[in-house]
């Protein structure tokens, strides 16, 4: 147990005069789950890159089992069992499990795969990871996205790696696939291997995790073991001060109904109706699945629906297309930012206008622009020296910030969030939990579709809880536990 | 981290300048090797042989910043170019003809937005699809023999000069450049294309109509065809039903040289007017220099490879 798996001391490395990191150690032992956190832009996505061969350092050294190494390549990396298992899984979609595990290193004989040898390597290896009934044959696409990352795992053990770096494993987990990875991340430290667990999410990271190291703007702040750690102390380390509170609160001033959706229907969706008052938060909660972004989706017009409608201040609105929900009053904020959030190509400026450039007659007028770009950069602290830059240099909570102000320029009267704190950084949540109080002071209604309970049990007036695309719970939140919210979301009474 | 996206952005940059750079090289080494080059009349010659290319180029440019591709352009302009020619030959006015070749254009367009759009078929598989249509159309409406234009008035538009020296297919490509550039720049419309191009999700997320603007953004493109085939139809006093075979390359050549992304999102026009400068000014380079027009070929595909080499750097 005591010489370190991997031992990376005193890692600098810079980005042109940017330093990103300055004097970074960093310890691994075997049979541990070490949890390697810190702000977005703190430096861990460098320090895993070095570790793993994407990026050299400028100083430093890395010593795996006690001997100096280099690793200058992802090979190098690989040939010290040193492995990643990215937040955006690596498989091919289109071929089978087998083709993913062995791609690159094909079984064959004479240049001719050997499909049999693969498929009966690729049950042992799936057995290592609990998912041995799983058909080596399958299309990855067919799986779920927890059930891809079991395969993904199952390569770098295949591939004989005792050190697993997992950033953000469970992000886009359900509740019950977490507790699998957790099962099997507790078997791979009995077995001695080193994990490294990047991630946000802090009660995870409790349970999980034997070790906290924490990085803030690129220096090595300290690694403190779990146990008698307190959730304060991680976040002081984090932040360099302590937030005043995790939930900022809010006095509701709850208005008149302002959304009424009455049986709404289409794709997984059933039967779902809910009033949404001025000034209310009303958070949705459910497992994976369950037609939360579905019923967000229908609402806004994106998705076509197949029975009910919708009414806006007493107007039955029922949106065709997102330009329509935008007219009517809607702003919708989604889950995957990068994806569907932002044009990463474009300036922030242009960003923020896009819903609704400020024109006349079709020609945009830039000072207009200018002027409401620079108000909302101010309004919500967005943290940039200049509105011209790309969307996609900004970090995470920047860029959600960004989401927010693009809607926020057409003062909707309806906004929806989907997952607005995801991938987040703590200092980052409370400034847009404020934000959302602000707008519902200002009597925005806000639905609020959220996975992390803790965050909508605190922000919310009310709960939709959703399960199998039926709404099965709406809960006063002042009271609610998450035992209930759980309940309900489970199709449990 | 900051200045890590900076530096991104002065690759880009440099990108950009690239092709400036590229064509003001180009200019003084060809100048140093052949005296012929620099002479008015020369460049004149050349800039006029650019317009054709510059004309569809810049249709091209909003095509591909919006993340599609345009490969019926060739065919429009054959297809504009005949119609107008024959209009004409029926004893139908100047502006008549040439009108109702530049609706066409816009209509044939407006028909590959909507296949792209609503039928929701890919670009390049659309616009191939159209583009072999409409060459055996123009095929068909020619018979195979061209239209001579005996209208006087019509061939000063691609034949005409202004104060005896600028030749007026240049002015049209200048004017185009201008009109162009302002829409993709200083309007609505352009900002639109470029979100398109660069995230068609979040931009449908954020209330951009995109069959609309599909169907706005080939209708350009055919449009644009549709006046090159004017001008072309103008200079050569008839239309012919092979006319503008292989343009669609050229326009995308230029397109790329000039440092717009073939993925959509990232470009500007001025690049792509230089992209098609570049080109006239390589062929006619070689051609002073008495190289053969095999080798020609080479050497510009050599050109566009190394100017898609350095887009991949982004």
């Given at each position: 147990m005591n010489t370190p798996l991997v031992?990376?001391?005193?890692?600098?490395?810079?980005?042109?005069?940017?330093?990103?990191?300055?004097?970074?150690?960093?310890?691994?032992?075997?049979?541990?789950?070490?949890?390697?956190?810190?702000?977005?832009g703190a430096g861990k996505s460098t320090l895993m890159k070095i570790l793993t061969g994407i990026h050299a350092p400028d100083a430093g050294g890395i010593e795996v089992d006690g001997r100096a190494v280099a690793i200058a390549t992802p090979a190098d990396a690989e040939k010290y069992g040193i492995a990643i298992i990215h937040q955006e899984l690596n498989l091919i979609p289109s071929l089978s499990v087998a083709d993913n595990l062995f791609l690159g290193r094909e079984v064959h004989r004479f240049g001719l795969l050997d499909r049999r040898a693969m498929k009966r390597r690729a049950t042992e290896w799936l057995a290592r990871v609990g998912m041995e009934r799983l058909d080596p044959g399958m299309l990855i696409e067919r799986?779920?996205?927890?059930?891809?990352?079991?395969?993904?795992?199952?390569?770098?053990?295949?591939?004989?790696?005792?050190?697993?770096?997992?950033?953000?494993?469970?992000?886009?987990l359900t509740e019950h696939e977490t507790a699998t990875l957790f099962k099997l991340i507790r078997e791979l430290r009995e077995q001695g291997k080193g994990i490294v667990y990047v991630s946000h999410r802090m009660e995870e990271i409790f349970a999980i995790c034997d070790r906290i190291s924490v990085l803030r703007d690129g220096q090595f702040v300290g690694t403190r073991p779990v146990p008698g750690l307190g959730f304060d102390e991680v976040v002081k380390m984090m932040v360099g001060r302590t937030l005043d509170a995790r939930?900022?609160?809010?006095?509701?001033?709850?208005?008149?109904?302002?959304?009424?959706?009455?049986?709404?229907?289409?794709?997984?969706?059933?039967?779902?109706?809910?009033?949404?008052h001025a000034?209310?938060?009303?958070?949705?909660?459910?497992?994976?699945?369950?037609?939360?972004?579905?019923?967000?989706?229908?609402?806004?017009?994106?998705?076509?629906?197949?029975?009910g409608k919708v009414t806006l201040d007493g107007i039955?609105?029922?949106?065709?297309?997102?330009?329509?929900?935008?007219?009517?009053?809607?702003?919708?904020?989604?889950?995957?930012?990068?994806?569907?959030?932002?044009?990463?190509?474009?300036?922030?400026?242009?960003?923020?206008?896009?819903?609704?450039?400020?024109?006349?007659?079709?020609?945009?007028?830039?000072?207009?622009?200018?002027?409401?770009?620079?108000?909302?950069?101010?309004?919500?602290k967005i943290r940039t020296r200049d509105m011209e830059l790309e969307a996609r240099s900004l970090s995470g909570g920047n860029q959600q910030k960004v989401v927010l102000a693009k809607w926020l320029a057409l003062k909707p009267r309806v906004l929806i969030l989907d997952e607005p704190t995801r991938g987040v950084d703590v200092g980052g949540k409370a400034e847009i939990y404020h934000i959302i109080n602000q707008l519902a002071e200002q009597g925005v209604a806000i639905l609020m579709i959220s996975s992390e309970l803790p965050e909508v049990l605190a922000m919310s007036d009310r709960i939709l809880v959703m399960h199998e695309g039926h709404a099965t719970a709406l809960l006063d939140a002042h009271g609610a536990t998450q035992e209930a919210v759980m309940t309900a979301a489970t199709g449990g009474k | 981290m900051t200045l890590h996206f900076d530096r991104s952005r002065a690759i880009t940059l440099l990108q950009r300048l690239g092709s400036v750079i590229g064509l003001v090289l180009l200019f003084v080494v060809l100048s140093i090797m052949s005296p012929d080059f620099l002479t008015t009349d020369n460049l004149l010659t050349v800039l006029r042989q650019v317009s054709i290319n510059a004309l569809i180029a810049f249709g091209m440019t909003f095509v591909i910043l919006a993340g599609g591709i345009d490969l019926s352009v060739g065919a429009i302009l054959a297809l504009t170019g005949a119609v107008t020619a024959g209009l004409m030959a029926a004893g139908h006015g100047m502006l008549l003809s040439a009108g109702?070749?530049?609706a066409l254009g816009l209509l044939l367009g407006i028909v590959n937005g909507a296949l792209v759009s609503w039928g929701r078929v890919a670009p390049f598989i659309a616009t191939l699809g159209t583009m072999t249509l409409l060459r055996g159309l123009t095929l068909s409406y020619t018979q195979g023999s061209p239209i001579p234009v005996t209208n006087s008035g019509f061939a000063l538009i691609g034949g005409g000069y202004v104060a005896h020296l600028i030749p007026l297919p240049v002015i049209w490509m200048f004017a185009a450049f201008l009109v162009c550039g302002f829409l993709l720049r200083g309007t609505v419309f352009g900002?639109?294309?470029?979100?398109?191009?660069?995230?068609?999700?979040?931009?449908r997320l954020s209330g951009v109509r995109i069959s609309p603007m599909k169907l706005a953004i080939y209708g350009l493109s055919g449009l644009l065809s549709a006046c090159a085939g004017i001008v072309l139809t103008s200079r050569l006093y008839s239309a012919q039903a092979t006319a503008g075979a292989g343009y669609e390359l050229d326009a995308i050549a230029a397109v790329v040289l000039g440092g717009t992304s073939l993925s959509g999102g990232r470009g500007w026009l001025f690049g792509t007017l230089v992209g098609a400068l570049l080109i006239g000014f390589l062929n006619n380079g070689l051609n002073l220099l008495g190289v053969s027009s095999f080798y020609q070929q080479v050497v510009k595909g050599i050109v566009i490879l190394i100017a898609v080499l350095l887009d991949r750097r982004q």
């Open positions: 031992r990376m001391h005193g890692i600098h490395k810079s980005f042109g005069p940017v330093k990103v990191l300055e004097g970074v150690d960093f310890e691994l032992l075997p049979g541990e789950v070490h949890a390697l956190m810190g702000e977005n799986l779920s996205v927890g059930q891809q990352q079991m395969v993904e795992i199952a390569r770098a053990l295949g591939q004989e790696a005792r050190v697993l770096i997992m950033d953000e494993p469970t992000a886009a939930y900022p609160v809010r006095t509701p001033k709850i208005g008149e109904v302002r959304l009424k959706a009455e049986h709404i229907g289409g794709g997984p969706v059933h039967d779902v109706s809910f009033e949404l000034g209310e938060v009303l958070g949705v909660a459910g497992l994976l699945g369950a037609g939360r972004t579905e019923l967000a989706r229908l609402i806004f017009g994106l998705d076509r629906l197949s029975s039955e609105v029922t949106p065709r297309s997102p330009s329509e929900a935008i007219r009517a009053g809607f702003g919708f904020v989604t889950e995957d930012r990068k994806a569907q959030g932002l044009v990463l190509d474009l300036s922030l400026r242009e960003n923020v206008s896009l819903p609704r450039v400020p024109a006349r007659a079709g020609l945009v007028d830039r000072a207009a622009e200018t002027k409401q770009t620079r108000g909302l950069i101010d309004a919500l | 109702a070749g530049l900002r639109h294309v470029v979100a398109i191009g660069g995230n068609e999700e979040a931009a």
